[in-house]
């Protein structure tokens, strides 16, 4: 096992936290969910760097990596649908183009083809990271009702890259010289 797979499990540990802390009567949870989502989330890009640094990129890593940004933004988005902050139909097309992308991702890797993310499908993970960062703490924070609408804003973004992204996906691989 490599040292960025190691990183990239440790983000998988870290799903289940969000959402017990989310769904919880705790105390400022808002911050505690706040900081463990935003450090699964920064993990994200130190598994990728520690990879390409130690040349440790793998075929496992390849398909956990993605895998593991899509369970943590999915689980936020059922936290968040359940305290009612996210509307059912914006976390239904992330979650479905989500799955919907992961075969395909999984079809790939056990044909032994690439399938690398784009510059689009990037983009549409930092969106809802960030919207969703924002909708887990903004109560907690002054300006609290324009902080709720920048979220919404940024999450709405982060729905037209998610099937922008994922039509390009189809698109793109439709077109591959078939074997």
């Known amino acids: 096992m490599t040292k960025a797979n190691i990183i990239t499990i440790i983000r998988f540990l870290m799903v289940p936290?969000?959402?017990v802390i989310l769904l919880?009567?705790?105390?400022?949870k808002e911050?505690?969910?706040?900081?463990?989502?935003?450090t699964?989330?920064?993990?994200d890009a130190?598994?990728?760097?520690?990879?390409?640094?130690?040349?440790?990129?793998?075929?496992?890593g390849k398909f956990l990596d993605p895998l593991a940004d899509k369970l943590l933004v999915a689980a936020a988005l059922i936290a968040l649908v359940y305290l009612q902050e996210v509307e059912t139909w914006v976390a239904a097309i992330i979650i479905l183009r989500e799955?919907?992308?992961?075969f395909f991702r999984l079809y790939f890797l056990v044909n032994n083809a690439s399938f690398s993310a784009s510059v689009p499908a990037k983009l549409k993970t930092t969106f809802q990271i960030v919207a969703l960062a924002i909708l887990i703490i903004y109560r907690k924070l002054p300006y609290a009702a324009?902080?709720?609408?920048?979220?919404d804003l940024v999450l709405y973004v982060a729905v037209f890259l998610t099937v922008y992204s994922g039509?390009?996906?189809?698109?793109?691989?439709?077109?591959?010289?078939k074997a």
Do not use: C
Request: no cysteine.
């Open 24 to 28: 919880t009567e705790m105390q400022n």
């Open 99 to 102: 799955l919907f992308i992961s």
């Open 31 to 38: 911050f505690i969910a706040f900081a463990v989502f935003v």
């Open 46 to 60: 130190l598994d990728g760097y520690v990879a390409r640094k130690y040349d440790q990129v793998s075929d496992l």
């Open 17 to 19: 936290f969000v959402v």
């Open 40 to 43: 699964a989330a920064v993990t």
């Open 167 to 177: 039509a390009e996906y189809v698109i793109r691989l439709s077109r591959r010289p």
């Open 146 to 151: 324009a902080l709720k609408r920048l979220g």
